[in-house]
């Protein structure tokens, strides 16, 4: 199995902040790289997908890059809203994994 | 808009098969650009892939449980489940099911809202 680790696993940041998340996979991956967003009590939503693309409906203010093994989530402006665990999904080769998730907490 | 509903009881007793189907309304389970999957959560913590089923009846079935798990589409229903047997209290989780875009990298773009199963006597 393809292991993600992803860092760091919590983070306190305040509303305005730019932040970034990483994800690092065991091997290489490719763009096969996704980024979801999920609140206490609810399923993820989908943020990024192919590793840089912006799903239809999520702001402009979240943004992927990278390809291979390191990739990177950036949020580049923090709103109130955007405070939760977020987690990177590889599906380049099966079985799909996860990372282990990034909790956003206001500082 | 395409949703997924996951139902099934919330409660299962050590050792007995874990059931669960999931509705799919607003788009065919019968396309072929789409897995549909079930993932789960345990309380707490991370995301657990287990395996996926085409509409043809393809599967894949995640290694770490392949010896206890069935999954099945039933497409006259728009509905696919999850068998899972000999259930311990480790499997205790939310159960999502979800759907797979192939033609996307594979991404997952719409989830269930989840249901929480607690094995438990």
């Known amino acids: 199995d393809i292991q993600m680790t992803q860092s760091p696993s919590s983070l306190s940041a305040s509303v305005g902040d730019r932040v970034t998340i990483t994800c690092r996979a065991s091997q290489s991956i490719s763009s096969y790289l996704n980024w979801y967003q999920q609140k206490p009590g609810k399923a993820p939503k989908l943020l990024i997908y192919?590793?840089?693309s912006l799903q239809s409906g999520v702001p402009s203010r979240f943004s992927g890059s990278g390809s291979g093994t390191d990739l990177t989530l950036t949020i580049s402006s923090l709103q109130p809203e955007d405070f939760a665990t977020y987690y990177c999904?590889?599906?380049?080769?099966?079985?799909?994994?996860f990372g282990q998730g990034t909790k956003l907490e206001i500082k | 808009q395409v949703q997924l509903q996951e139902s099934g009881p919330g409660l299962v007793k050590p050792s007995q098969t874990l059931s669960l189907t999931c509705t799919v309304s607003g788009g065919s389970i019968s396309s072929g650009d789409y897995y549909w999957t079930w993932i789960r959560q345990h309380p707490g913590k991370g995301l657990e892939w287990i395996g996926y089923?085409?509409?043809?009846?393809?599967?894949y079935y995640n290694p770490s449980l392949k010896s206890r798990l069935t999954i099945s589409v039933d497409t006259s229903n728009n509905q696919f489940s999850l068998r899972l047997s000999s259930v311990t209290a480790a499997d205790t989780a939310v159960y999502y099911c979800?759907?797979?875009?192939?033609?996307?990298?594979?991404?997952?773009?719409?989830w269930g809202q989840g249901t929480l199963v607690t094995v438990s006597s």
């Open positions: 999904h590889q599906s380049f080769s099966n079985p799909h994994t």
């Open positions: 089923v085409y509409y043809r009846g393809n599967t």
């Open positions: 192919a590793a840089s």
């Open positions: 979800a759907r797979v875009y192939i033609n996307s990298l594979q991404t997952i773009d719409y």
